[in-house]
């Protein structure tokens, strides 16, 4: 398995200097099983547009797993240029809506972010054969992967949290996450809940929510993410092999991402590092 990590931040893009290294592109990773190209795509932030350049000339054909509907994680989709053509076929699969609340399908949802006034074409606008589809939590099994889907606490909106496998290796993917929405915890920064166990015992590579610091975690306890403390101490918790933090803050610098990697490089038996924007990480072998 081969993951090719396209975007790193979270809330907005993060553009400058100050930022160039780990990279300002909004959440997305894509996933692709031996040497071949990626057929499942996690998120669809604005990193989903250096996939494009990954495929040499192809169009994308695969699925386009949504954790949740925010901008951050959506708002690259128009913009992925390998899927907007002729020859594309591509599934894009939304968290399904209460119909309480919502009571419309994946593409209606899809469009209500893309759409005019707020967007000059719709999902119908866009070329090549795509397909919107309400998914639910359970197992999957998508682009010749498992794949697991729970619900995880996450302020405006169901979200999901993935566990992915080929058989041979296993990845969680956590990049928005309130563990608080359970109890604050034994530290003050939530609580170990039973789906996120479920997603990340015992995986190779765990994707996890780090936008906030214990120290500043007072001001942004209520936005909805997690703390790198927690993240580390999940996945210390959780016997994970190695932790990518992930959704940095887009104030978050180079500088202080470093500094960040260095104090937690490693927790127990654990590896941790600050997620890349353009790595690729090879599982399995």
Not at 50 to 55: I, M, Q, S
Not at 110 to 128: E, Q, T
Not at 209 to 229: K, M, N, Q, S
Request: hydrophobic share 40%; glycine share 12%; aromatic share 8%.
């Amino acid at each position: 398995m081969r993951v090719l990590i396209c975007g790193v931040r979270g809330s907005t893009p993060a553009p400058g200097f100050a930022f160039a290294r780990y990279g300002g592109h909004t959440s997305c990773v894509a996933i692709a099983c031996d040497d071949g190209p990626p057929r499942l795509v996690l998120d669809a932030g604005t990193g989903i547009r250096r996939l494009t350049g990954l495929l040499d000339g192809s169009p994308f054909e695969g699925t386009i797993l949504l954790t949740h509907m925010h901008w951050d994680h959506l708002q690259g989709l128009p913009f992925f240029a390998a899927a907007d053509r002729p020859g594309a076929r591509v599934t894009v699969t939304v968290p399904a809506q209460s119909s309480a609340v919502w009571g419309d399908g994946a593409e209606l949802t899809v469009a209500k972010m893309m759409s005019p006034p707020h967007f000059p074409i719709d999902p119908a606008g866009l070329n090549g054969d795509w397909c919107f589809v309400d998914l639910d939590e359970g197992a999957h099994g998508i682009a010749d992967l498992s794949v697991l889907a729970l619900e995880i606490p996450h302020k405006g909106g169901r979200t999901f949290g993935y566990r992915i496998s080929d058989g041979v290796s296993t990845i969680a993917y956590v990049p928005d996450h309130s563990p608080i929405a359970f109890g604050d915890g034994p530290d003050g920064l939530g609580t170990v809940h039973p789906a996120i166990r479920a997603l990340v015992e015992d995986v190779d590579l765990l994707f996890h929510d780090a936008h906030h610091l214990r120290d500043e975690f007072a001001v942004w306890r209520g936005f909805g993410h997690a703390t790198v403390e927690y993240a580390v101490g999940l996945a210390r918790t959780c016997d994970v092999r190695r932790l990518l933090l992930f959704h940095h803050s887009p104030a978050r610098t180079d500088r202080e991402l470093d500094a960040i990697a260095r104090a937690n490089r490693t927790a127990g038996r654990v590896r941790v590092d600050a997620a890349i924007e353009t790595r690729t990480i090879r599982l399995g072998r």
